[in-house]
C-alpha cells in the first residue's frame, strides 16, 4: 500500500499520467533483486491497487514493464539469483562479457514474458502500458552496436536488423493486448554503462529505428535524455525529442532534468542542484512551443515534492521542495553500486 499512496499523493498533486517504476516482465532472468517490482499472476493484486489508488486521485496510470539483461547481473541474493543473465551477446558492454548470449528460444520466452505482463497490466485497470527500451536493458543491448554482435536475423551493423527483436516484442503486445490498449517504447541513446552511447548515429538511424516501432504497434515515444535542452547531433539545435516527434509524428514524451540543473549521474555522484527550481522552465517552454513533444515526464523533482506539478502551476516557486540523494533513501546506495559496475 506504501506505493499506492506514493503514486495516489502525487496524482493528487496535479500529474495527470502516472507511469510506474521499471517492473519486471514475468521471466526468471528479468530481475535479480527485490528492490525492482515483478508484474506477474502472484503480484498483480498490489499493482491493481496502485492503479486504483491513481485513478482515485484523478490521475491515469501506466506500467513501465522491462528486463535487465545483463545490465544488473550481480546476484544479490534475492529471488532467481540462479537464472542466466541474457544479451543480445553475452556483453554488459563493449569487452564486458556477462552472462550468456540468449538463443532463439530464450527470446521466444521473453517475447512471450513481455506479452504475459503487458496482459496482466490491462486486466488489473491500467490505462496503458510502456515498453522500456533504453538505459542498457535487455531490449536496448539489441539497439546498440556495442552490445549487440549476434550474427543471425537479430543483429549485425545496419540498425534495421538490431530493432527487429524490440520491435517484435512490441508487435506481440500490441496483439496481445489488442488495438485499444496504449503502448508507450521508451527510448535513450545514453547507456548506464557509457553516458556517450549513441543507439541512432544519425538522423537516417533513428528514423529507421522509430518507423520499425511504429509498424509494430506504438502509440508514443518516451525519449530519455540526460539533460532535456541537449541537441541530439552538433548540425542541429532539435533536441533527440524534437528529432523523434519530427521524424514519427507520434505524440513524444520528453525527460531528463526539468527543475534541476544536475543530470541523474551527477546526483548519484552526490552533486546537488543549484538554482531555483524553475531555472529551465524558459528553455523547457521553448521547445515545448516549438513543438519538440506533447508532454513532459518529471522524475526526481516529483519524487522530491509530490505537489511540484500544483506548485509550478500556481508559479509558488519559493514552496518547491528540490531533490536531494537522501529523497531515495536505500535505493540510492544500490543504484551507485549499479553505476559503479556498469562504468
Not at 68 to 78: F, H
Given at each position: 500500500?506504501?506505493?499506492?499512496d ?18 519486471a516482465?514475468d ?7 527485490r528492490?525492482?517490482?515483478r ?9 491493481a491497487?496502485?492503479?486504483e489508488?491513481?485513478?482515485r ?9 522491462s528486463?535487465d539483461?545483463a545490465?544488473l547481473?550481480?546476484p544479490?541474493g ?13 556483453l ?23 506479452v504475459?505482463?503487458a496482459?496482466?497490466?490491462?486486466h ?10 533504453c ?9 546498440w ?9 537479430y ?22 493486448v ?8 521508451r ?6 554503462m ?7 548515429r544519425?538522423?537516417?538511424e533513428?528514423?529507421v ?9 506504438a ?21 533527440l525529442a ?13 525527460v ?47 519524487i ?11 508559479r509558488e ?13 536505500d ?11 556498469a562504468?
Amino acid at each position: 500500500m506504501r506505493l499506492a499512496d506514493y503514486y495516489a499523493a502525487r496524482a493528487r498533486g496535479g500529474v495527470q499520467l502516472i507511469i510506474s517504476e521499471s517492473i519486471a516482465v514475468d521471466h526468471p532472468s528479468a530481475s535479480r533483486t527485490r528492490k525492482y517490482g515483478r508484474l506477474a499472476d502472484d503480484t498483480a493484486q498490489e499493482w491493481a491497487r496502485c492503479a486504483e489508488a491513481v485513478h482515485r486521485a484523478g490521475g491515469h496510470f501506466f506500467t513501465q514493464i522491462s528486463h535487465d539483461g545483463a545490465l544488473l547481473a550481480a546476484p544479490d541474493g534475492d529471488y532467481f539469483a540462479d537464472s542466466p543473465v541474457l544479451s543480445p551477446s553475452g556483453l554488459m558492454k563493449p569487452g564486458t562479457p556477462v552472462g550468456d548470449p540468449a538463443s532463439l528460444a530464450d527470446l521466444d520466452a521473453v517475447k512471450a514474458a513481455f506479452v504475459r505482463s503487458a496482459r496482466i497490466a490491462k486486466h488489473i485497470g491500467a490505462d496503458g502500458v510502456e515498453i522500456h527500451v533504453c538505459h542498457g536493458y535487455l531490449l536496448d543491448q539489441f539497439l546498440w552496436s556495442g552490445t549487440n554482435r549476434r550474427d543471425d536475423r537479430y543483429g549485425g551493423p545496419d540498425v534495421a536488423d538490431r530493432v527487429r527483436f524490440p520491435a517484435e516484442v512490441v508487435q506481440a503486445v500490441r496483439d496481445g493486448v489488442g488495438a485499444d490498449f496504449p503502448i508507450s517504447v521508451r527510448l535513450s541513446q545514453w547507456k548506464q554503462m557509457d553516458f556517450e552511447a549513441q543507439v541512432a548515429r544519425s538522423v537516417a538511424e533513428l528514423a529507421v529505428l522509430l518507423e520499425a516501432f511504429v509498424r509494430a504497434g506504438a502509440d508514443v515515444f518516451h525519449v530519455s535524455t540526460r539533460r532535456f535542452g541537449d541537441a541530439a547531433w552538433p548540425d542541429s539545435p532539435l533536441s533527440l525529442a524534437g528529432w523523434a516527434r519530427k521524424l514519427s509524428s507520434k505524440p513524444i514524451i520528453e525527460v531528463g532534468g526539468v527543475g534541476l540543473t544536475i543530470d541523474m549521474v551527477e546526483t548519484f555522484s552526490g552533486q546537488e542542484t543549484q538554482g531555483p527550481a524553475e531555472i529551465n522552465f524558459p528553455a523547457l517552454a521553448r521547445r515545448f512551443e516549438d513543438g519538440e513533444f506533447d508532454l513532459i515526464a518529471v522524475g526526481r523533482s516529483n519524487i522530491a515534492d509530490p505537489d511540484w506539478v500544483a506548485k509550478v502551476r500556481s508559479r509558488e516557486w519559493g514552496r518547491i521542495r528540490q531533490f536531494k540523494l537522501a529523497d531515495l533513501g536505500d535505493v540510492a546506495e544500490e543504484a551507485r553500486e549499479s553505476l559503479s559496475r556498469a562504468s
